[in-house]
Structures are given as C-alpha cells and as structure tokens.
Nanobody, 115 residues
Framework: QVQLVESGGGLVQAGGSLRLSCAAS????????MGWYRQAPGKERELVAT???????DYADSLKGRFTISRDNAKNTVYLQMDSLKPEDTAVYYC?????????WGQGTQVTVSS
C-alpha cells in the first residue's frame, strides 16, 4: 500500500497564499501522475491540478493562473502553491497518486479562506 500525508492547510484571508505538500511513502515503485482534488461542503470532489512524472501539468480551467502544481520525484512529494485565494476556494484538499497497481488518496487537509 501507499500512504499519502498532506500538510500545509489552514485559515487564510482572501488574497493570501498557502502551499500544500503531499509526501508519498510505502510500496512505491514508480509514481505516475500525482495531483490535487478538492471537495467543498455539499459539492462533489473536483479536480484542482495534476502533474505527471515528467512534469506535464493539467489544471482546472477556473484555477489557471492562481494555482501552481509541482513535484519532487526524489522526495516522492507533490506541492500545490495557491495564490490570490478566494472564499470559494474553501474546501478539503485531497492528494492523489496513481501507481500501476492502484489509485491512492490522502486523508485531506482543510483550507479555509475568510472574506
């Protein structure tokens, strides 16, 4: 199995920034895509951004320009830099990792943006 541990969430004022981290450990052979998803109260989980092992990125259209995803393959860690945060960014943010034998999720980290 793979364990994903997220950190960096918290409370921030609108316009502020946060940086989320997610470290993978366990039966890691080759981490393929890693990414971030989020789920706001009463809403479905949605894509935030993904990054392949080679560094190719994909973002939700509404978040392009404010959020930046990156990864450190040597540390098996993915990051999400979130700038110009808005109250509507408030959600639980989940890390995701895709391996050849399965798809894994972190426990989630709360991000709250106050107006």
């Amino acid at each position: 199995q793979v364990q994903l541990v997220e950190s960096g969430g918290g409370l921030v004022q609108a316009g502020g920034s946060l940086r989320l981290s997610c470290a993978a450990s366990g039966r890691i052979f080759t981490l393929n895509a890693m990414g971030w998803y989020r789920q706001a109260p009463g809403k479905e989980r949605e894509l935030v951004a993904t990054v392949t092992r080679d560094g190719m990125t994909d973002y939700a259209d509404s978040l392009k320009g404010r959020f930046t995803i990156s990864r450190d393959n040597a540390k098996n860690t993915v990051y999400l830099q979130m700038d110009s945060l808005k109250p509507e960014d408030t959600a639980v943010y989940y890390c995701n990792a895709v391996l050849f034998y399965g798809n894994f999720w972190g426990q989630g980290t709360q991000v709250t943006v106050s107006s």
